[in-house]
Each structure stands twice: as structure tokens, then as C-alpha cells.
């Protein structure tokens, strides 16, 4: 297997505060890999690091064999942050094709990268209407077309599907398996357990340390129990 992302003894503190404490992981290419844990846990500021949005205190981070930060790989990595940051006196078409364009797209392509990440969203009807005037889930579903459109090699999803429908939410993520059968890399945060489940390895994440990781399938024979919540307990965490 080809490691996308490789950690390395990654520790991060905000004054005395320490947020992630020696974080070691590897994220295969193709694989769709979650970062399990309760709000607060260190999962976006890790999230954070890995895109070169933030510098870890101690250690280093590897993505597609490139130190980060660096500007170029920002073209092959689509990053869905958690608070979505989005235009809201643009209309969701023109924030589409603003950022379309950061990427250099040819206006044919950019047409047709436009028109598939409105239409896996759910957003085609609402193209034109401002953002101000969008919903919550409405937002995190032009977040996450805006993530997809220049066709990343890379996707990093900070908790994806909050406040989107149940419905919704199944086909995102039968496209995030679509995604990644064409060989694309996928790391998804998610606190719903279920989510976790969908996920082809996963580490669990406490109090900015890692407290267990595996396929879904090991974890739970390795504690013996049925369902990844409860792992997430006997390793040590707390309620979700």
C-alpha cells in the first residue's frame, strides 16, 4: 500500500494548553479512513495540520510524499472545514465557479466540475438563490460540492454530514465510496458511530491522544463487543 498522509509524533499546544499529545498515523491511498471522537477531542486541529493550515508544535507531517504546509499540494487536496466558510452575498453558483477558478479550471470543465458537485449535493434548484439565504444543511452541502470541485486526489471532510438528511447523507456517502474505488483518499471526522462503521480503518481520539485504531471489524473483536461505541468506551473514552 501507498501512504497519502503520514503523522509522525505530531504534538500541538495552544500556550499551555496541549490539544494533540504524540499523534502517529498513516492513511493509505484509496481507503476511506475516520477520525472517531467527541467534540473537542483535537480532531479538527489535526485536520488543520494536515491541510497546512496550522504548524504542529513538535513533529511533522507527510502528504503525498510533500512536507506540510505547502501551497502546491492545496490543488490536489479538497478540505471541507467544519465552520463553512462560503460567500454569502455570492449566489451558491458563483461560489462555485470562484473557486473553480482559484484552481485554474478551463471553463468547459469548470461548467462540468459545477454542475456534478450541485448535483451530488442536492443544490441544482438552489444555484442561483444567494447563501444568506441558505439553510445550515444547505451550506454544509456547498461546503462539501466546494471540497469536490477540482477533483482532488485528496479529500478531508471535517464532520461532513451534520445537519444534512438522513437520505442525503447515504448518497454522499455512496459517492465517498464511488470516490474512493476510483483510487481517491478519503479522511472523514465524524462523533456518530454509524458513520464510523462506514469507514475502512478509523482512529479513536481523546483528549488529543489516540487511543485506539483498526478496521471497524478489529476493534470490535479485539475488545470482544458488538458495537464501536462501547470500544470507544472500554478504550478508555467517555460517552459520546
Not at 25 to 32: A, C, K
Not at 134 to 159: C, F, N, T, V, W
Not at 199 to 204: G, I, K, S, V
Request: aromatic share 6%; charged share 25%.
Amino acid at each position: 500500500m501507498v501512504s497519502t498522509i503520514v503523522i509522525n509524533d505530531v504534538s500541538k499546544s495552544f500556550g499551555k494548553k496541549l490539544v494533540l499529545n504524540q499523534i502517529n498515523l498513516t492513511v493509505e491511498s484509496g481507503e476511506i479512513f475516520g477520525l472517531i471522537g467527541p467534540s473537542g477531542s483535537g480532531k479538527t486541529t489535526l485536520v488543520k495540520i494536515i491541510v497546512g493550515m496550522d504548524s504542529p508544535s513538535l513533529g511533522d507531517v507527510q502528504v503525498l510524499n510533500s512536507a506540510v504546509p505547502n501551497l502546491k499540494l492545496l490543488q490536489r487536496i479538497g478540505y471541507m472545514a467544519q465552520a463553512d466558510a462560503l460567500y454569502s452575498d455570492l449566489t451558491g453558483e458563483e461560489n462555485l465557479a470562484f473557486f473553480a477558478s482559484l484552481f485554474k479550471l478551463k471553463k468547459d470543465v469548470q461548467k462540468e466540475r459545477i454542475a456534478y458537485a450541485a448535483d451530488l449535493v442536492n443544490l441544482k434548484a438552489d444555484l442561483k438563490k444567494k447563501v444568506q439565504n441558505y439553510s445550515g444543511g444547505m451550506k454544509r452541502r456547498l461546503s462539501l460540492a466546494l471540497a469536490l470541485i477540482q477533483d482532488p486526489e485528496i479529500l478531508i471532510l471535517d464532520e461532513p454530514t451534520v445537519g444534512i438528511d438522513p437520505e442525503l447523507r447515504r448518497s454522499i456517502w455512496n459517492e465517498l465510496y464511488r470516490l474512493k474505488n476510483e483510487g481517491k483518499t478519503i479522511l472523514v471526522t465524524t462523533h456518530v458511530m454509524d458513520e464510523a462503521e462506514k469507514c475502512d480503518r478509523l482512529a479513536m481520539v481523546r483528549d488529543g491522544e489516540i487511543i485506539t485504531s483498526g478496521s471497524p471489524a478489529e476493534l470490535k473483536n479485539q475488545y470482544g463487543i458488538t458495537s464501536l461505541e462501547e470500544v470507544f468506551l472500554m478504550a478508555g473514552g467517555k460517552q459520546l
